[in-house]
Protein backbone atom coordinates (compact mmCIF):
# COMPACT_ATOMS: atom_id res chain seq x y z
CA UNK A 1 0.00 0.00 0.00
CA UNK A 2 2.84 2.50 0.99
CA UNK A 3 4.77 2.09 -2.57
CA UNK A 4 1.42 2.38 -4.27
CA UNK A 5 1.31 5.73 -2.63
CA UNK A 6 4.89 6.83 -3.11
CA UNK A 7 4.21 6.04 -6.50
CA UNK A 8 1.28 7.81 -7.05
CA UNK A 9 3.22 10.63 -5.42
CA UNK A 10 5.71 10.49 -7.76
CA UNK A 11 3.29 10.25 -10.89
CA UNK A 12 1.17 13.41 -9.88
CA UNK A 13 4.54 14.86 -9.42
CA UNK A 14 6.07 14.05 -12.81
CA UNK A 15 2.70 15.83 -14.42
CA UNK A 16 2.60 17.99 -12.22
CA UNK A 17 5.24 19.59 -10.70
CA UNK A 18 5.42 22.72 -12.72
CA UNK A 19 1.96 22.86 -13.47
CA UNK A 20 1.61 23.60 -10.14
CA UNK A 21 4.02 26.25 -9.15
CA UNK A 22 2.89 28.70 -12.46
CA UNK A 23 -0.54 27.87 -11.17
CA UNK A 24 0.42 29.26 -7.46
CA UNK A 25 3.13 31.88 -8.61
CA UNK A 26 0.21 33.13 -11.13
CA UNK A 27 -2.45 33.07 -8.26
CA UNK A 28 -0.44 34.46 -6.00
CA UNK A 29 0.89 37.29 -8.20
CA UNK A 30 -2.45 38.44 -9.51
CA UNK A 31 -4.29 38.18 -5.61
CA UNK A 32 -1.10 40.49 -3.97
CA UNK A 33 -1.23 42.74 -6.92
CA UNK A 34 -5.25 43.36 -6.97
CA UNK A 35 -5.50 43.70 -3.11
CA UNK A 36 -2.43 46.33 -3.67
CA UNK A 37 -3.99 48.36 -6.29
CA UNK A 38 -7.12 48.51 -4.15
CA UNK A 39 -5.24 49.33 -1.39
CA UNK A 40 -3.35 52.38 -2.45
CA UNK A 41 -5.82 54.11 -4.35
CA UNK A 42 -8.88 53.45 -2.06
CA UNK A 43 -7.18 53.67 1.35
CA UNK A 44 -3.89 55.51 0.60
CA UNK A 45 -1.87 52.47 1.95
CA UNK A 46 0.03 49.87 0.55
CA UNK A 47 1.41 46.29 1.77
CA UNK A 48 5.13 46.91 1.58
CA UNK A 49 6.13 43.36 1.31
CA UNK A 50 3.72 42.01 -1.98
CA UNK A 51 5.83 43.67 -4.39
CA UNK A 52 9.12 41.27 -3.37
CA UNK A 53 6.19 38.19 -2.67
CA UNK A 54 5.74 39.05 -6.69
CA UNK A 55 9.38 39.48 -7.09
CA UNK A 56 10.21 35.55 -5.66
CA UNK A 57 6.91 34.44 -7.54
CA UNK A 58 8.32 36.24 -11.02
CA UNK A 59 11.32 34.80 -10.62
CA UNK A 60 10.43 31.34 -10.26
CA UNK A 61 7.73 31.22 -13.26
CA UNK A 62 10.33 32.25 -15.31
CA UNK A 63 12.77 29.42 -14.22
CA UNK A 64 10.04 27.05 -13.74
CA UNK A 65 8.31 27.54 -16.97
CA UNK A 66 11.31 26.12 -18.48
CA UNK A 67 10.72 22.61 -17.70
CA UNK A 68 7.08 23.11 -18.70
CA UNK A 69 7.91 23.90 -21.79
CA UNK A 70 10.63 21.11 -22.23
CA UNK A 71 8.22 18.65 -20.72
CA UNK A 72 5.91 19.16 -23.64
CA UNK A 73 8.51 19.99 -26.30
CA UNK A 74 7.40 23.44 -27.04
CA UNK A 75 10.16 25.31 -27.09
CA UNK A 76 11.35 28.00 -29.73
CA UNK A 77 12.98 26.72 -32.72
CA UNK A 78 13.17 26.86 -36.25
CA UNK A 79 11.92 23.37 -37.54
CA UNK A 80 11.98 23.65 -41.18
CA UNK A 81 14.96 21.32 -41.49
CA UNK A 82 13.57 18.45 -39.04
CA UNK A 83 10.53 18.62 -41.16
CA UNK A 84 13.00 16.80 -44.20
CA UNK A 85 14.22 14.79 -42.30
CA UNK A 86 13.50 11.32 -41.71
CA UNK A 87 11.85 10.09 -38.39
CA UNK A 88 15.10 8.81 -36.57
CA UNK A 89 17.17 11.47 -38.57
CA UNK A 90 14.80 14.04 -37.17
CA UNK A 91 15.01 12.23 -33.20
CA UNK A 92 18.85 12.68 -33.65
CA UNK A 93 18.78 16.33 -34.41
CA UNK A 94 16.71 16.86 -32.26
CA UNK A 95 18.68 14.99 -29.54
CA UNK A 96 21.85 17.14 -30.43
CA UNK A 97 19.66 20.01 -29.63
CA UNK A 98 18.61 18.81 -26.40
CA UNK A 99 21.79 17.49 -25.84
CA UNK A 100 23.05 21.61 -26.13
CA UNK A 101 20.02 22.49 -24.55
CA UNK A 102 21.01 20.33 -20.76
CA UNK A 103 24.24 21.38 -21.29
CA UNK A 104 23.47 25.36 -21.58
CA UNK A 105 20.78 24.52 -18.46
CA UNK A 106 23.18 22.70 -16.26
CA UNK A 107 26.28 24.89 -16.88
CA UNK A 108 23.50 27.87 -15.63
CA UNK A 109 22.92 25.31 -12.67
CA UNK A 110 26.37 25.05 -11.73
CA UNK A 111 27.29 29.04 -12.09
CA UNK A 112 24.01 29.39 -9.66
CA UNK A 113 25.63 27.04 -6.73
CA UNK A 114 28.19 29.72 -6.66
CA UNK A 115 26.01 32.64 -6.80
CA UNK A 116 23.91 30.82 -4.18
CA UNK A 117 27.04 30.52 -1.76
CA UNK A 118 27.94 33.76 -2.13
CA UNK A 119 24.77 34.94 -0.79
CA UNK A 120 24.68 32.41 2.20
CA UNK A 121 28.19 33.65 3.19
CA UNK A 122 27.42 37.18 2.79
CA UNK A 123 24.17 36.68 5.66
CA UNK A 124 21.91 39.44 3.37
CA UNK A 125 17.93 39.25 4.11
CA UNK A 126 15.50 40.95 2.30
CA UNK A 127 14.61 43.38 4.41
CA UNK A 128 10.52 43.66 3.34
CA UNK A 129 10.37 40.22 3.67
CA UNK A 130 13.31 39.01 6.86
CA UNK A 131 13.92 36.14 4.36
CA UNK A 132 17.70 35.38 3.72
CA UNK A 133 18.63 36.08 -0.17
CA UNK A 134 20.30 33.17 -0.58
CA UNK A 135 16.18 31.72 -0.97
CA UNK A 136 15.92 33.64 -4.38
CA UNK A 137 19.37 32.13 -5.41
CA UNK A 138 17.78 28.65 -4.65
CA UNK A 139 15.08 29.12 -7.28
CA UNK A 140 17.61 29.20 -11.07
CA UNK A 141 19.09 26.38 -9.23
CA UNK A 142 15.98 24.22 -8.90
CA UNK A 143 14.39 25.42 -11.85
CA UNK A 144 17.64 24.55 -14.01
CA UNK A 145 17.61 21.02 -12.43
CA UNK A 146 14.19 20.46 -13.20
CA UNK A 147 14.64 21.44 -16.51
CA UNK A 148 17.73 19.18 -17.12
CA UNK A 149 15.68 15.99 -15.85
CA UNK A 150 13.04 17.48 -18.43
CA UNK A 151 15.56 16.61 -21.13
CA UNK A 152 16.54 13.85 -20.36
CA UNK A 153 13.03 12.67 -20.14
CA UNK A 154 12.37 13.87 -23.36
CA UNK A 155 15.67 12.36 -24.81
CA UNK A 156 14.53 8.78 -23.35
CA UNK A 157 10.70 8.72 -24.48
CA UNK A 158 11.67 10.05 -27.69
CA UNK A 159 14.48 7.41 -28.69
CA UNK A 160 12.43 4.65 -27.02
CA UNK A 161 9.36 6.11 -29.46
CA UNK A 162 11.89 6.29 -32.36
CA UNK A 163 13.22 2.23 -31.86
CA UNK A 164 9.79 1.49 -30.97
CA UNK A 165 10.17 0.48 -27.70
CA UNK A 166 7.05 -0.20 -25.83
CA UNK A 167 5.83 2.48 -23.02
CA UNK A 168 6.84 5.55 -24.63
Known amino acids: MKKNRK ?3 LSWLDNN ?3 AVLIACLFIMTALISVNVVLRYVF ?3 LTWSEEICKFCLVTSGFYSLGYCIRFNKMIRVDALIQFLGKKA ?3 FNCVAWAFMAVFLAVLAYGSVFV ?3 AKASGQVNPALDVPMYVLYLIPLSGCAVAVFRIIQLFYFSVRKTLGKRGA
Open 116 to 118: LIR
Open 17 to 19: LES
Open 90 to 92: ATV
Open 7 to 9: NAA
Open 44 to 46: SKS
